[in-house]
């Protein structure tokens, strides 16, 4: 190919409205990056406030968890005090039962000696008057 002969106005002139086009692109390269940088500071600022709900809403959840646990353990712990308060009642009966059941021994013990003594001293005024058990 055959190169065709450009004069140097002609070069200038193309080179003065090829520099032109490229300042119109790189201006329009230019207003496309700050439509971009402020679209995507734009979606930062909603995405921080978004991730700022979320840190909310999970700091209200753990607090609402805390509560119900606090509230959870106060009633094991109430559990625990009632279970406390019956093992001494069942204590306090065990040993009002077992001082009933000795008091009792005791009576049974003692109620079987007056009883020896009283057979005793019956059998043995029948021997002193002279009474004889009836025979067959």
Known sequence: MAED??????????????RGELKDELAGVRQEIAVLAKTMEANQQAMMLRF???????????????LRFEQADQRFEQVDKQFQQVDQQFSRHETRLVSL???????????????V???????YMLLRFGLKPPTP
Not at 8 to 15: C, E, F, I, L
């Open 5 to 18: 002969y450009v004069s140097r106005d002609q070069h200038r002139a193309d080179m003065a409205e090829l």
């Open 52 to 66: 700022d709900q979320i840190n909310q809403q999970m700091a209200a959840d753990r607090e609402a968890m805390l």
């Open 101 to 115: 059941e000795n008091w009792m021994r005791a009576t049974y013990v003692t109620l079987a000696i007056v009883a």
């Open 117 to 123: 003594g009283v057979a005793a001293q019956l059998l």
